[in-house]
C-alpha cells in the first residue's frame, strides 16, 4: 500500500505513541511463566492441543463428541442420510414451527436444499443484497459454513461462506448445512483449515458459533436467545 | 472528600448490606462450580496457562512491531486506523465520524474502554441517542449506573428490580421471569440494530497477523451492531495485542474457561476490515480506535508490565473475597476488583487511588485464577511500596520508624512483651472507647489476651531448669 | 538434626502455647531444638505497608540471627512465607541478597517441615474432637502447603477431619488491612466464621496463628462458646 494511501487510514497520534512504546520497552519485564515444552510429535498445526479437553481420536469420536457438546449447549444436531433427508427434516420443522419465509444464500447445499422445500414456504434469498426489515422478519435462516469443530460443537461461519454476515444472526432460527468432512477437532484445526482455503485473503468477517444465542445477566440464570438466535440447528449430510 | 475517604463511606454501607452480599456470593459460588467442572477438562490447565502468558507477553513486550503489523494488514483491506493518545482524542474522532457521515443514532456492545473515557455522556451531549445493547449493560444504561462487574454488568440485581425498572422505563408487563425480562429487552433492542448508523464495540483482541479485531459475546449483540450499520467502531485498548490468529485457538477457551466457566462462549468473532468486495452485507467504513491512555505509562514500567497482558475475563474478581463483600461500584472507578486495583494508579494517579492497593489482604487467590499468570497481588504490594517512595504517610513514618528501632533492640522488644499483659488491663478500661488504640479491631472483635510469660522466658527459664 | 525455630513476635506473646507444642513436637521425634533468643521481628508489618526501607532495616537484622542455623523451621505461614520468598524481593539487587537466598532455601513451615522434610505424618498425637482446617493464604498460595496440615491431622487418633465450604477463602486478617479497613476485614471474618459454624464441628484448626487472631475475635464476640480455634501444633501436640 502506498505511503499516502497509508497515512490517510491511519490518523492520530501514530508516531507518538509508537514512540512511547518503543522508549517504555527498553527495560526488560520478568517472566511469570515457564516455557512449556511441546512433545516433539506434535506438528504446528495443533499448537495447544496437548494441553487443551480430549478432542477424541477417530472421526466417529469426534462426531460423537460434537453430539454430546451439542446436547449441552442445546444445539439440535442431526446426522442426515442425505441432502434429502435433510430437506425432508427442514420441512418437517418449518411445518412444527410454522415457518413462513426461511432466508437463505446460494451455495451448493443451500441451493440443493432450498430446491426440495414445499412451494408454500416463502424464501428470501440474500445473495444480491437484501432488505434489513425483510430479513428480520423471517423465521429461519439456511446457511453453510466453513467447518464444525468437534471439540467445542461450534460451527465456522464467514462472509464468504455463509450468506455474509446477518444471515446466520439476525432470524430467530439459524440452521446450518454441513458436509460430514468438515468436521474438524478443534479451533487449531479450523484456523488451519481457513489458512489453507484463504491464503493471505482471509474473509473480513469469521465467526464461531458456540449454540443458540444465551446469557447469564439476569441473576446468572441460563436464557437462551438474548439477541442472536434463539435456536440452533445442525444438520451433518454425508 | 478524596477518594480514599469516599471508598471506606461506600465500603462501609456495601459491606452492611447482607442481602446484596449473600446474592453476590451465591452468583459467584456458582461460577465457581462451573469453572471448576471446566478447568478440568483441561488435559493440563497449568500448561495451558503457561502458554497464554508466554502468548501476551510476546504480544505486549513487542508491541510496536505487532501495533504496525495490524494497521498494515487491516489498512490493506480499506479498515482505518487512528491512534489515540488519550480519551479525548478518541471521543473527538468519533464524535467527528458521526457528524460528517450524518449518523443519528448509535448502538454498542459492551466497551469497557468507552467507559474509560466517558464515550457515551459525550456522544449524547452532541445529541446522538445511544444504545447499549448487551443486556446487562442495557439494563446499567435504563437505571443510570455504571457496571457492576465488567463481565457481568448488572449481576447485583435481582429479578424484580429488572422487572420494576423495565415497567417504569419501557412500559413492559410485571414479571419474574428472567426468560421474559430478557425477551423484553430483545424486543426493545431490535429495532436499534436496524435503524443505526453506527455501531460502536470494544475489541477482545487484536490480531495483528491477519489484521482483525476479535470479539467475544453470548448473546450476539456485537454481531447484529457490526452487521447492519453501515459505520463500525471499535474502540481497542493497545495492549489487546496477539501476535498471530492461531493464538486465539488457546486464548478464546481460557477466556471463556476464566470467565464464565464455558468451554467456549457464544460467538467469537473476528472482523478483518469492512464490507469487502463481493461480500453480501457489512459495515461500508470500519474504524479502529487505538487507545493509549496511560498504558503506556504502565508499559515503562517493567515491574507491572503484565498487568497490560489481561484479558478481562473477571476471574480474579469473581475469587477476590474484598470485590464479593463491597462489591463493584464501591471502587468507584472503571475497572473494578484486583487487576483495578492495580492499573487503576497507572491510569489515574497513584497518590488518588493507592487506598485500593491497600484494601487488601494479599491473599492471592486473585493470581491464582488468573489465566493468563499475572501477578496481580504482588502488584498491590508494589502499588504500596511505590506510593510510599514517592510520600510517606507521615503518622506510618513515625509508626515504623518506632517499630524498627524497637524491633532492632531486642532487649527493647522484650521489655515490651513483658510489659503486654500489664497494658492490656489498662486496655480494658478504654476498650470500645475513642481512646482504645484498636478500636476498629475492638469494634467488631474481640481482642486476645496477652499471654501472662512469652515463648521467650519460658525458654529462658527452661534453659536454666536443663543446666 | 538441629532445628532452629522462627517464632514470629505476636506468638511470642499471645500465642506462646503454640511454640511450645512446637518444641514437645520436635523434640518427641527426637531432634534438637534451638531458638535463637535475640530474634524480634522478621519486618512484614512495614513490608506489608510499603515501608521497605525500613522493613529491610529489620530484616537484616533477622537474617543474621539465623545465619548459623542448619535448619529454620517456622511457626507460621505468614512469617515463613517473608523468609522464603518476599525476603528475595526485599533484597534484591541489595549485597544480602545471596544472604536472602540461603535463608529462603533452608526454611520451611511447620507442617511442610514434619510432612516434607521429615516425612512424618503421625507423630503420636490424640485428640477427640469435630475438627476444620483453615488454610491460610500465604502458606496457602506463597508456600503451597495445602495437604500436609491435612495429612498430620487426618493421622492424629480420635480427630474427625470435616471441610468448611470456604476452606480457602481469606479470614480478612492481612495484617494493618484488619484495622485500616476493618469493615472489610469483619465482613470476610463473618463470611468465614459463618461457614466454619455450618459444620458443626467443636474446633477451628489453622497453621498461621494471625488468622486464629481474626477467627476466633470475630466467633467470641458474634457466637462464643460455639467454636474453639486451635494451632495445628497445638492439635498436634496433644496426647
Known amino acids: 500500500m502506498s505511503r499516502a494511501a497509508q497515512e490517510s487510514s491511519s490518523q492520530g497520534d501514530r508516531e507518538a505513541i509508537l514512540a512511547r512504546i518503543g522508549e517504555a520497552l527498553r527495560e526488560e519485564a520478568p517472566r511469570h511463566y515457564e516455557t512449556p515444552e511441546k512433545p516433539a510429535s506434535k506438528g504446528v498445526t495443533a499448537p495447544f492441543r496437548e494441553w487443551l479437553p480430549p478432542v477424541g481420536k477417530t472421526r466417529k469420536d469426534q462426531v460423537a463428541l460434537f453430539a454430546r457438546q451439542s446436547e449441552t449447549l442445546r444445539t439440535e444436531f442431526r446426522e442426515c442420510t442425505s441432502v434429502l433427508a435433510a430437506a425432508k427434516h427442514l420441512t418437517a420443522l418449518a411445518k412444527e414451527l410454522e415457518w413462513k419465509t426461511v432466508a437463505l444464500h446460494t451455495g451448493e447445499l443451500t441451493t440443493a436444499v432450498a430446491g426440495k422445500l414445499p412451494k408454500d414456504l416463502g424464501t428470501l434469498m440474500v445473495d444480491g443484497g437484501y432488505e434489513k426489515a425483510a430479513l428480520e422478519a423471517c423465521d429461519a435462516s439456511l446457511t453453510e459454513c466453513e467447518a464444525i469443530i468437534a471439540q467445542t460443537g461450534s460451527v465456522c461461519v464467514t462472509a464468504r461462506s455463509s450468506g455474509g454476515r446477518a444471515l446466520s444472526v439476525l432470524p430467530p432460527h439459524h440452521v446450518v448445512i454441513a458436509r460430514k468432512a468438515q468436521l474438524v477437532p478443534d479451533l487449531s484445526a479450523a484456523f488451519e483449515l481457513l489458512a489453507q482455503k484463504y491464503p493471505g485473503d482471509y474473509p473480513g468477517f469469521i465467526s464461531f458459533i458456540t449454540g443458540p444465542s444465551r446469557t447469564g445477566d439476569i441473576e446468572r440464570i441460563l436464557v437462551l436467545g438474548a439477541h442472536g438466535p434463539k435456536k440452533l440447528t445442525v444438520l451433518l449430510v454425508p | 472528600m478524596s477518594t480514599a475517604a469516599q471508598f471506606q463511606i461506600d465500603a462501609d454501607r456495601t459491606t452492611a448490606d447482607e442481602p446484596r452480599r449473600a446474592a453476590v456470593r451465591k452468583a459467584l459460588g456458582n461460577y465457581q462450580i462451573a469453572r471448576g467442572r471446566t478447568e478440568s477438562a483441561f488435559a493440563s490447565w497449568p500448561h495451558a496457562r503457561d502458554a497464554a502468558a508466554a502468548i501476551k507477553y510476546e504480544g505486549v513486550n513487542h508491541l510496536d512491531r505487532y501495533l504496525r503489523e495490524f494497521e498494515e494488514k487491516f489498512t490493506a483491506r480499506g479498515g482505518r486506523v487512528f491512534w489515540a493518545s488519550n480519551g479525548a482524542q478518541a471521543r473527538d474522532y468519533i464524535l467527528r465520524l458521526a457528524r460528517e457521515r450524518g449518523v443519528k443514532s448509535i448502538v454498542k456492545s459492551k466497551a469497557m474502554t468507552s467507559e474509560e473515557i466517558h464515550l457515551n455522556d459525550a456522544l449524547e451531549k452532541d445529541g446522538y441517542q445511544v444504545v447499549e445493547s448487551d443486556l446487562g449493560e442495557f439494563i446499567q444504561q435504563l437505571k443510570h449506573e455504571a457496571p457492576y462487574h465488567f463481565v457481568f454488568p448488572c449481576m447485583h440485581l435481582k429479578r424484580e428490580e429488572i422487572s420494576a425498572l423495565f415497567q417504569q422505563e419501557l412500559g413492559s408487563a410485571k414479571t419474574d421471569s428472567p426468560e421474559e425480562l430478557t425477551m423484553i429487552a430483545r424486543r426493545a433492542l431490535r429495532r436499534h440494530y436496524l435503524d443505526a448508523g453506527m455501531g460502536i464495540t470494544g475489541g477482545n483482541f487484536i490480531v495483528a497477523e491477519t489484521g482483525m479485531i476479535s470479539i467475544t459475546e453470548n448473546e450476539g449483540n456485537a454481531r447484529l451492531a457490526t452487521a447492519l450499520p453501515r459505520i463500525h467502531v471499535a474502540l481497542v485498548g493497545i495492549e489487546k495485542i496477539v501476535p498471530r490468529l492461531a493464538d486465539l485457538a488457546l486464548l478464546l477457551p481460557m477466556l471463556a474457561t476464566a470467565g464464565t466457566g464455558q468451554q467456549l462462549t457464544c460467538y467469537n468473532s473476528m472482523y478483518g476490515g469492512p464490507r469487502q468486495p463481493g461480500d453480501i452485507d457489512g459495515p461500508e467504513e470500519f474504524h479502529v480506535v487505538l487507545l493509549d491512555n496511560h498504558r503506556t505509562r504502565l508499559l515503562a514500567d517493567a515491574e507491572q508490565r503484565d498487568a497490560l497482558h489481561c484479558i478481562r475475563c473477571g476471574a480474579c474478581l469473581n475469587v477476590c473475597p474484598i470485590f464479593k463483600n463491597i462489591g463493584g461500584h464501591a471502587y468507584g472507578t472503571t475497572y473494578q476488583g484486583p487487576i483495578g486495583s492495580v492499573i487503576t494508579p497507572h491510569f489515574r494517579g497513584l497518590q488518588d487511588w493507592k487506598h485500593l492497593s491497600g484494601a487488601s489482604s494479599l491473599c492471592g487467590a486473585c493470581t491464582e485464577a488468573c489465566p493468563v499468570k499475572i501477578d496481580i497481588h504482588h502488584h498491590l504490594l508494589q502499588n504500596r511500596r511505590n506510593a510510599v517512595a514517592e510520600k510517606k504517610v507521615w503518622w506510618e513514618r513515625w509508626l515504623w520508624a518506632g517499630f524498627r528501632q524497637l524491633m532492632k533492640r531486642p532487649w527493647a522488644y522484650q521489655i515490651a512483651v513483658r510489659l503486654a499483659p500489664i497494658g492490656q488491663v489498662f486496655h480494658h478500661l478504654v476498650l470500645g472507647t475513642s481512646l482504645d488504640p484498636v478500636r476498629p479491631w475492638t469494634k467488631t472483635r474481640d481482642f486476645p489476651e496477652a499471654a501472662p510469660q512469652s515463648f521467650h522466658d519460658w525458654w529462658r527459664d527452661r534453659k536454666v531448669v536443663r543446666k | ?239
Open chain 3, 1 to 239: 538434626m538441629r532445628v532452629t525455630l522462627f517464632i514470629p513476635c505476636f506468638i511470642d506473646s499471645f500465642y506462646p502455647k503454640v511454640a511450645r507444642s512446637i518444641v514437645q513436637i520436635l523434640e518427641r521425634l527426637g531432634h534438637e531444638v534451638d531458638y535463637p533468643a535475640g530474634q524480634t521481628c522478621c519486618g512484614q508489618p512495614p513490608f506489608n505497608s510499603g515501608y521497605w526501607d525500613e522493613a529491610r532495616e529489620v530484616a537484616v537484622r533477622q537474617m543474621a540471627i539465623f545465619r548459623d542455623a542448619e535448619v529454620v523451621v517456622s511457626a507460621s505461614g505468614s512469617c515463613g512465607a517473608m523468609f522464603k520468598k518476599f525476603y528475595l524481593e526485599l533484597f534484591h539487587g541489595h549485597p544480602q541478597e545471596a544472604e536472602a537466598r540461603a535463608l529462603a532455601a533452608k526454611t520451611s513451615e511447620f507442617s511442610e517441615f514434619l510432612v516434607e522434610k521429615l516425612g512424618v505424618r503421625d507423630v503420636g498425637a490424640r485428640f477427640e474432637g469435630k475438627v476444620t482446617f483453615h488454610d491460610g493464604c500465604h502458606g496457602l498460595r506463597e508456600l503451597g502447603t495445602r495437604e500436609a496440615p491435612r495429612e498430620l491431622l487426618r493421622a492424629v487418633k480420635g480427630l474427625e477431619l470435616v471441610e468448611m465450604g470456604e476452606a480457602e477463602s481469606c479470614c480478612g486478617f492481612g495484617g494493618m488491612f484488619a484495622v485500616k479497613y476493618p469493615q472489610i476485614s469483619t465482613a470476610m471474618a463473618e463470611v468465614k466464621c459463618n461457614s466454619i459454624i455450618e459444620t458443626g464441628v467443636e474446633y477451628v484448626v489453622s497453621n498461621d496463628s494471625s488468622c486464629l487472631m481474626q477467627i476466633q475475635g470475630y466467633l467470641s464476640r458474634h457466637s462464643p462458646r460455639v467454636v474453639k480455634s486451635l494451632h495445628l501444633a497445638e492439635v498436634l501436640a496433644a496426647q
